[in-house]
């Protein structure tokens, strides 16, 4: 249908007018992106002790097919990372340190990697501030074992002790073999120089099944290392496991027990530790964090075949 003249007139009338609208129109500026995550802590009760999970950052693993696994190939491991959508090329190994709030004491497990590691680590002592928690306000340290991302954080990047009033509690076990002659000579020196600043009589060196608060109590979980120790919280009904590195990233030795990580000093061992501990776990029920599992690391295992499948606990805004 053609146009007649008085529509034509009108139409060029309306596209005349079209600058003068959008100059009329203010402009809208883009909304800066912020460029860093939200603050990475998460709480949850456990009976009335409260949990925080405070993230430390990740350390990425390049090539997690070559030599990250002592028994696996390459196309083994490269297809368990691809069934759970994770790329082929890198690992992304998360860091989690566990706060428990008796109401009487605040107890830290682990101390993480100090900011003195990968560079993408570190951001402990940000979500830490962001979550209310200095590290004055802590009791005691209980310590699953001394790999250094697991004891770095005892110290400031000056060797000062960063936790002043804590009382440091340690497997004998595993103080005997990093303070003894068995140990390699430098991972050896860095355990000492993290734990030198604290004095002797805050330093207490008890067995790995000990109670180390009310409802607190350690699990042996050796093999990872010589005095590995994962921890119970029990409150009320409330139930809980610290794990430590009884696994590692959960696609690769959760839903593969077998599996022999490199960072295994006995790997027979640890894989029985694993086995024994998540059979019992998912038996019962009981919820985990896990030291290397997706921030916040919380969540069940349940059998799953030969293995062990991973079941997050669902966040809530609720503590």
Request: no cysteine; charged share 20%.
């Given at each position: 249908?053609?146009?007649?003249?008085r529509?034509?007139?009108?139409?060029?009338?309306?596209?005349?007018?079209?600058?003068?609208?959008?100059?009329?129109?203010?402009?809208?500026?883009?909304?800066?992106?912020a460029g860093?995550?939200?603050?990475?802590f998460?709480?949850?009760?456990?009976?009335?002790y409260?949990?925080?999970?405070?993230?430390?950052?990740?350390?990425?693993?390049?090539n997690?097919?070559?030599?990250?696994?002592?028994?696996?190939d390459k196309?083994?491991?490269?297809?368990?990372?691809?069934?759970?959508?994770?790329?082929?090329?890198?690992l992304?190994?998360?860091?989690?340190?566990?706060?428990?709030?008796?109401?009487?004491?605040?107890?830290?497990f682990?101390?993480?990697?100090?900011?003195?590691?990968?560079?993408?680590?570190?951001?402990?002592?940000?979500?830490?501030?962001a979550?209310g928690?200095?590290?004055?306000?802590?009791?005691?340290?209980?310590?699953?074992h001394?790999?250094g991302?697991?004891?770095s954080?005892?110290?400031?990047?000056?060797?000062?002790?960063?936790?002043?009033?804590?009382?440091?509690?340690?497997?004998?076990?595993?103080?005997?073999?990093w303070?003894g002659?068995?140990?390699?000579a430098?991972?050896?020196?860095?355990?000492?120089?993290?734990?030198?600043?604290?004095?002797?009589?805050?330093?207490?060196?008890?067995?790995?099944?000990?109670?180390?608060?009310?409802?607190?109590?350690?699990?042996?979980?050796?093999?990872?290392?010589?005095?590995?120790?994962?921890?119970?919280?029990?409150?009320g009904?409330?139930?809980?496991?610290?794990?430590?590195?009884?696994?590692n990233?959960?696609?690769?030795n959760?839903r593969?027990?077998?599996?022999?990580?490199?960072?295994?000093?006995?790997?027979?061992?640890?894989?029985?530790?694993?086995r024994?501990?998540?059979?019992?776990?998912a038996?019962?029920?009981?919820?985990?964090?896990?030291?290397?599992?997706?921030?916040?690391?919380?969540?069940?295992?349940?059998?799953?075949?030969q293995?062990?499948?991973?079941v997050?606990?669902?966040?809530?805004?609720?503590?």
């Open positions: 249908m053609g146009l007649d003249r529509h034509m007139l009108a139409a060029g009338a309306a596209t005349l007018a079209a600058p003068a609208l959008l100059a009329a129109t203010p402009a809208r500026a883009a909304v800066p992106q860093r995550q939200a603050p990475g998460y709480r949850m009760k456990v009976g009335d409260e949990v925080t999970v405070v993230n430390d950052g990740f350390n990425r693993r390049p997690p097919g070559e030599g990250f696994v002592r028994n696996a196309a083994a491991v490269e297809a368990a990372l691809a069934r759970d959508f994770l790329p082929t090329g890198h992304d190994i998360t860091f989690n340190i566990t706060f428990v709030n008796t109401g009487r004491e605040l107890i830290l682990d101390t993480g990697t100090g900011g003195l590691l990968a560079q993408t680590a570190g951001t402990m002592w940000d979500n830490m501030q979550a928690i200095a590290p004055e306000q802590v009791t005691k340290i209980a310590v699953t001394f790999h991302d697991h004891v954080g005892l110290v400031t990047r000056e060797g000062q002790a960063r936790f002043p009033n804590a009382e440091l509690i340690v497997p004998e076990a595993e103080w005997a073999f303070m002659d068995r140990a390699p430098q991972p050896a020196a860095m355990v000492k120089g993290r734990f030198g600043p604290y004095p002797a009589e805050r330093i207490k060196r008890v067995a790995s099944d000990a109670e180390v608060a009310p409802g607190i109590r350690g699990i042996p979980t050796h093999g990872h290392t010589p005095g590995h120790t994962s921890y119970s919280v029990q409150s009904n409330g139930t809980l496991i610290i794990l430590g590195d009884v696994t990233h959960p696609t690769v959760l593969n027990p077998g599996w022999h990580i490199v960072f295994d000093m006995d790997a027979a061992e640890a894989e029985q530790t694993r024994r501990l998540f059979d019992r776990a038996s019962d029920r009981t919820p985990i964090v896990g030291y290397h599992w997706p921030f916040p690391a919380t969540g069940y295992v349940r059998k799953d075949g293995g062990f499948d991973w997050p606990i669902q966040w809530t805004s609720q503590v």
